[in-house]
């Protein structure tokens, strides 16, 4: 079974800072791996989609990586501001019956201070 | 263009009252999917669709029903509430083509008393 698993669950940084969030899963066989940003009461928004043939995917100040071979991948937020502040989930993709699913990893609250 | 569309935002349940929670999209996906989230906790899929007429179950399907009459809609049905069914439901959708995205809906906030 597939587990995916984020470090930190909680990160608090000043404004300005460079960050890197942490993902990990348990099973290679992976379609893509996509980050996430679920803001409070809110549904949730992709940042970067990683395909499993890609090593990295960049869009703006948000840069993601992926090593399919030992189950990581990480988000880097550059230059953070306070309205990065939300949790940050990541899920890999893989085949289900008919269809492929999401396993999400519990996310990473981010807080940026002013 | 709305994306996904969920109702209700938020909704306080009896015990062993029964409800449904409403999905909608207009983005012409044959894919959609119902999932929950715990506090603290990611999303786990509760049924998904392929298309109209077809559904199937997901991680945790129980207590959980679904139909699929259209393309736009995926309702999903609680019978016989409980506490352990308090959770904040989203419902997503996409293409169903490898290497695409889910659109999430801003989902359904459920309390079970």
């Known amino acids: 079974k597939q587990e995916v698993t984020q470090i930190p669950a909680a990160l608090s940084v000043p404004e300005g800072e460079n960050l890197v969030l942490n993902c990990s899963f348990t099973?290679?066989?992976?379609?893509?791996l996509q980050w996430f940003r679920q803001d409070p009461g809110k549904g949730l928004t992709s940042l970067l989609l990683i395909q499993s043939s890609q090593r990295e995917q960049t869009s703006g100040r948000l840069n993601a990586s992926l090593d399919k071979s030992s189950g990581r991948s990480t988000l880097y937020i550059a230059a953070s501001q306070p309205g990065d502040s939300a949790t940050y989930l990541c899920?890999?993709?893989?085949?289900?019956?008919?269809?492929?699913?999401?396993?999400f990893g519990k996310g990473t609250k981010l807080s940026v201070i002013p | 263009n709305a994306g996904v569309t969920q109702t209700p935002k938020f909704r306080i349940l009896k015990i062993g009252q029964s409800m449904t929670l409403q999905c909608a999209q207009d983005?012409?996906?044959?894919?959609m999917y119902w999932y929950r989230q715990d506090p603290g906790m990611g999303l786990k899929l509760i049924y998904y669709s392929v298309g109209a007429g077809i559904t199937d179950k997901g991680e945790v399907p129980n207590g959980y029903n679904v139909s699929r009459s259209t393309t736009e809609d995926f309702p999903l049905r609680l019978e016989l509430a409980a506490p352990s069914q308090t959770s904040v439901y989203f419902c997503?959708?996409?293409?169903?083509?490898?290497?695409?995205?889910?659109?999430f809906g801003p989902g359904t906030r459920l309390l079970v008393l």
């Open positions: 983005m012409n996906h044959n894919y």
């Open positions: 099973d290679s066989a992976i379609y893509n």
């Open positions: 899920a890999v993709a893989y085949s289900g019956a008919g269809s492929y699913q999401l396993t």
């Open positions: 997503a959708s996409s293409t169903g083509t490898m290497g695409e995205t889910q659109y």
